[in-house]
């Protein structure tokens, strides 16, 4: 299991969003948005290890990835009063090794208390220089 962390900021409350990617070799039932207060907890437990104890996580699962290259960044945060959408890009750098097989990412969103993350769109990128 490997691990990214990401964060975009800005002054504005909602604005702030912390992301932790978690990688799972098996298949996941979930894609998208969890927002099963039961399934929520699932996941942060069976993933969640590093988490800070006490936050309230957004846990958004990823469709399948073909290789264990890449990690997901957050590319843009609109805020509209309380309710959060982001913009995410799933990038490969050039050198980072990946094995050859399917898996999903896990992504847990720390956002300001009173925020909500109501929807997740994910674009894959070219390959960067690392």
Do not use: W
């Not at 964060?7 to 070799?25: F, G, P």
């Not at 995410?88 to 750098?93: E, I, W």
């Amino acid at each position: 299991m490997s691990a990214f962390v990401g964060e975009a900021a800005a002054n504005h409350c909602c604005d702030a969003v912390d992301l932790i990617e978690k990688t799972s070799m098996e298949a996941l039932q979930h894609v998208g948005l969890v927002t099963d207060p039961q399934a929520k907890r699932i996941y942060i437990n069976k993933f969640g290890a590093s988490l800070i104890s006490g936050v309230d996580y957004q846990v958004y699962i990823s469709a399948k990835h073909g290789n264990g290259a890449g990690h997901y960044e957050i590319n843009k945060v609109a805020v509209n009063g309380k309710n959060v959408s982001l913009s995410l890009d799933f990038l490969v750098g050039m050198f980072e090794a990946g094995a050859a097989v399917m898996n999903q990412r896990v992504l847990f969103f720390e956002t300001d208390p009173g925020c909500r993350i109501i929807d997740v769109i994910t674009t894959n990128k070219p390959r960067k220089n690392s």
